[in-house]
């Protein structure tokens, strides 16, 4: 059974049920991983504990891994990539292997073609002041390209308060407006790199974007099929279409 650490925010854990059956190739019911969602809205905000001195959220987060070991969990995934920041503990605190959202965006790129080059990144103030994209990225390769501070809190944080207050029509706009300036500053592709974004761009808008565009929840999603595949879970569909890093799951 699949975990999940949800809840950080409440819609896009759902998202991330949602599109993990929507991604998986299956022919029936029975053939969908067995999925259990822990969507707690009551975990303290994950930039606010980092960046203005908010409650830790780690107790709550650790509490919820517990729930999903005694639940019987043999993998977990988190669908917000804030939390990472505290990925090492958390994925202590497992009885499994947890997947990790930024090598699942990694793979996702070179699914997509791109092995090396610009990459734009939109998120969090918290994900993008403490680097925890840029690491990883710069390690496999890429080039980093942010938003300026005034247009992470006007376009990036406002697209993804829009969306966490349910108001899905005001967060497309600041989002497709960063989206297009990483671009114009040379990015070839850019990560929605907090699980509130891939909810403020709809898909069937990314294709006349310009740009690559790799979306953190459904990178998570074929992560997390992948490894059931590899484990004898699942028909082999989506291994096939790229290999994923072993960094992906971590014990």
């Given at each position: 059974?699949?975990?999940?650490?949800?809840?950080?925010?409440?819609?896009?854990?759902?998202?991330?049920?949602?599109?993990?059956?929507?991604?998986?190739?299956?022919?029936?019911?029975q053939e969908h991983i067995p999925t259990l969602l822990l969507n707690d809205p009551?975990?303290?905000?994950?930039?606010?504990?980092?960046?203005?001195?908010?409650?830790?959220?780690?107790?709550?987060?650790?509490?919820?891994?517990?729930?999903?070991?005694?639940?019987?969990?043999?993998?977990?995934?988190?669908?917000?990539?804030?939390?990472?920041?505290?990925?090492?503990?958390?994925?202590?605190?497992?009885?499994?292997?947890?997947?990790h959202i930024i090598e699942a965006v990694v793979a996702d790129l070179r699914r997509?073609?791109?092995?090396?080059?610009?990459?734009?990144?939109?998120?969090?103030?918290?994900?993008?002041?403490?680097?925890?994209?840029?690491?990883?990225?710069?390690?496999?390769?890429?080039?980093?390209?942010?938003?300026?501070?005034?247009?992470?809190?006007?376009?990036?944080?406002?697209?993804?308060?829009?969306?966490?207050?349910?108001?899905?029509?005001?967060?497309?706009?600041?989002a497709l407006d960063c989206v297009q300036r990483l671009r114009a500053r040379g990015?070839?592709?850019?990560?929605?790199?907090?699980?509130?974004?891939?909810?403020?761009?709809?898909?069937?808008?990314?294709?006349?974007?310009?740009?690559?565009?790799?979306?953190?929840?459904?990178?998570?999603?074929?992560?997390?099929?992948?490894?059931?595949?590899?484990?004898?879970?699942?028909?082999?569909?989506?291994?096939?279409?790229?290999?994923?890093?072993?960094?992906?799951?971590?014990?």
């Amino acid at each position: 059974m699949l975990g999940v650490l949800g809840g950080m925010g409440p819609m896009a854990g759902a998202a991330f049920a949602l599109r993990l059956a929507a991604l998986t190739p299956v022919g029936r019911d029975q053939e969908h991983i067995p999925t259990l969602l822990l969507n707690d809205p009551r975990i303290p905000d994950r930039s606010m504990a980092r960046v203005a001195g908010g409650e830790d959220p780690l107790p709550y987060m650790r509490a919820g891994i517990e729930f999903l070991n005694d639940s019987g969990a043999d993998l977990i995934a988190i669908p917000c990539n804030t939390a990472h920041l505290w990925y090492d503990e958390l994925a202590q605190a497992a009885n499994c292997p947890v997947l990790h959202i930024i090598e699942a965006v990694v793979a996702d790129l070179r699914r997509q073609g791109l092995t090396s080059g610009r990459i734009g990144l939109m998120g969090t103030a918290a994900t993008l002041a403490l680097g925890l994209y840029q690491r990883t990225l710069e390690r496999y390769g890429y080039e980093c390209i942010l938003p300026a501070d005034d247009e992470v809190e006007s376009l990036c944080m406002a697209s993804i308060r829009a969306v966490k207050a349910n108001q899905r029509e005001a967060s497309l706009e600041p989002a497709l407006d960063c989206v297009q300036r990483l671009r114009a500053r040379g990015a070839q592709a850019v990560v929605l790199g907090c699980t509130e974004l891939p909810l403020a761009i709809p898909h069937a808008l990314r294709s006349g974007l310009g740009v690559v565009v790799t979306d953190s929840i459904d990178a998570l999603a074929l992560a997390v099929i992948a490894f059931y595949q590899e484990h004898g879970g699942l028909p082999g569909a989506i291994k096939a279409n790229g290999q994923l890093p072993q960094e992906l799951a971590a014990a």
